[in-house]
Nanobody, 121 residues
Framework: QVQVVESGGGLVQAGGSLRLSCAASGSIFSISSINTMGWYRQAPGKQRELVAAITSVGITNYADSVKGRFTISRDNAMNTVYMVYLQVNSLKFEDTAVYYC?????????WGQGTQVNVSS
C-alpha cells in the first residue's frame, strides 16, 4: 500500500510559476517497487490527462502542451518516501485544473487527492 499526497497548488497569474510536490509513502518494499511517478490533471468537463511522468531510472515524458514549461523531478533517496516535484512555469489560463499525482507500483496505481491550480488571465 502506498499513500500519495500532493501539495503546492494555488492561484497564480498567467505567466507565473508554481512548484507542486508529491509525497508517496509506504513500506520499504512498496517504495522500492515504484515503476513510475506521474502528474496528471483534470480540468472541469474534461478527461484526466497525463502531464508528466518519470520512471524509476529517471526517464521523463511530457505532454506536448507543457513541454518547455513544466519540469518533473524526483528525490527517491529515502527508503519509505518518494518525492516527486513538478515545476510549472509560464502558466497559461488553460493550465487551470486539479493536478493529481500517481504512483505506479507493480501494476497498481495509487492516486493522491489532488491539488488545485488556478491561473488567472
Amino acid at each position: 500500500q502506498v499513500q500519495v499526497v500532493e501539495s503546492g497548488g494555488g492561484l497564480v497569474q498567467a505567466g507565473g510559476s508554481l512548484r507542486l510536490s508529491c509525497a508517496a509513502s509506504g513500506s520499504i518494499f512498496s517504495i522500492s517497487s515504484i515503476n513510475t511517478m506521474g502528474w496528471y490533471r483534470q480540468a472541469p468537463g474534461k478527461q484526466r490527462e497525463l502531464v508528466a511522468a518519470i520512471t524509476s531510472v529517471g526517464i521523463t515524458n511530457y505532454a506536448d502542451s507543457v513541454k518547455g514549461r513544466f519540469t518533473i523531478s524526483r528525490d527517491n533517496a529515502m527508503n519509505t518516501v518518494y518525492m516527486v516535484y513538478l515545476q510549472v512555469n509560464s502558466l497559461k489560463f488553460e493550465d487551470t485544473a486539479v493536478y493529481y499525482c500517481d504512483a505506479l507500483v507493480r501494476g497498481t496505481h495509487f492516486w493522491g487527492q489532488g491539488t488545485q491550480v488556478n491561473v488567472s488571465s
